[in-house]
């Protein structure tokens, strides 16, 4: 590593300090699959995440921790949502990532990681979608318009190029506004067809991204998809058949779906095994669509290493520009 602090000060990045960085799509999806692999080598390690929540569900909150092998890097991620129970306005959320370098042992910095999350997310979906999506995908509906629906366009088409038809479902009249002006920003030359129906839209997606929030009244059923279809979950907006009657089952993780993803189990809250992890599905140890028809549904829980990968790169472009106060912590 080279740039960075050189003795115990801490970098502070602020939210201000991040969103001044000039990053592309093609940067962000190049970091992330980079991350991935080395995961898949056994050169990086990914725990389990560990999970609070309150009876009454109002709150939940998670710690992630992780180290990247390549960039030799340890990080400590946290989580924190207030309000579930309430509408998106009402809520509240604080997200950190900090970085220790892993040959010298003096930290790097300590950042709001609420805009690489919304980076990450979307990336490793396009990713997904990239790897697992039938052959010759042409058409793509997401469910949502919060902040990872509106950058899931973007990065589909960044990564799938040859996708012609891009379809929105969304019930807030300015997220629909925010994802159209998100991906003309980037493509000026295509636009996005709103749709009112996700249920029917989703009949005619080859690729299907579900990002809503969980007071979502759309839960499109298996039936709803067409042969071939990728369905890739990441906040709500499908319903639990698109999983238990999927023909094939890839996760981000099959340890972090049995923590997150249980509100898509069964009556019996069982959920299905995976057929594949998707580190191992880039590395080709292990294998993605076996067939142009089957219906792939992809969970999409994040991986702490792909935060610190792209985390360490918001690090190396800040500090790079002096952005950041500098923090006598252990002093």
């Not at 300090?17 to 190049?30: M, N, S």
């Not at 900090?98 to 490793?124: E, K, W």
């Not at 790897?131 to 973007?154: K, M, S």
Request: glycine content about 10%.
């Amino acid at each position: 590593m080279t740039d960075l602090p050189s003795d115990r000060r801490l970098r502070v990045l602020s939210t201000g300090d991040l969103a001044g960085i000039d990053i592309t799509l093609t940067d962000v999806l190049k970091t992330v699959e980079g991350a991935y692999r080395t995961l898949a080598d056994g050169l990086s390690d990914n725990p389990r995440k560990l999970t609070v929540k309150p009876g009454d569900g109002h709150s939940v909150a998670y710690a992630m921790l992780g180290r990247d092998g390549t960039r030799e890097v340890v990080a400590v991620k946290t989580s924190y949502k207030h309000g579930l129970d309430k509408g998106r306005e009402e809520q509240h959320y604080y997200t950190t990532l900090t970085l220790y370098d892993d040959v010298t042992g003096l930290p790097v910095a300590m950042m709001d990681c609420s805009r690489i999350g919304s980076l990450r997310t979307p990336a490793v979906s396009a990713l997904l979608a990239r790897e697992l999506a039938a052959p010759g995908a042409r058409t793509a509906l997401v469910i949502g318009t919060g902040t990872q629906g509106r950058l899931a366009l973007p990065f589909l088409v960044t990564a799938l190029p040859g996708l012609e038809r891009l379809m929105v479902s969304g019930t807030h009249p300015d997220g629909l506004a925010a994802v159209q002006r998100e991906l003309r920003a980037r493509f000026p030359d295509r636009d996005v067809e709103v749709v009112s129906d996700a249920r029917a839209a989703a009949g005619e997606a080859d690729v299907v991204v579900a990002t809503a929030g969980g007071h979502t009244p759309t839960a499109v059923e298996a039936d709803r998809l067409r042969d071939g279809a990728l369905s890739v979950l990441v906040g709500h907006g499908l319903a639990p058949s698109t999983l238990h009657r999927a023909d094939r089952v890839i996760a981000t993780s099959e340890a972090q779906m049995n923590v997150t993803g249980l509100d898509m189990a069964d009556a019996d809250g069982e959920l299905p095994a995976v057929d594949a992890e998707f580190p191992a599905v880039l590395a080709g140890s292990a294998p993605g669509r076996t067939s142009p028809t089957e219906r792939i549904f992809a969970y999409n829980s994040g991986l702490v290493v792909t935060d610190i990968a792209l985390g360490h790169r918001f690090a190396q472009l800040a500090l790079a520009a002096g952005l950041g106060t500098e923090v006598a912590l252990w002093q």
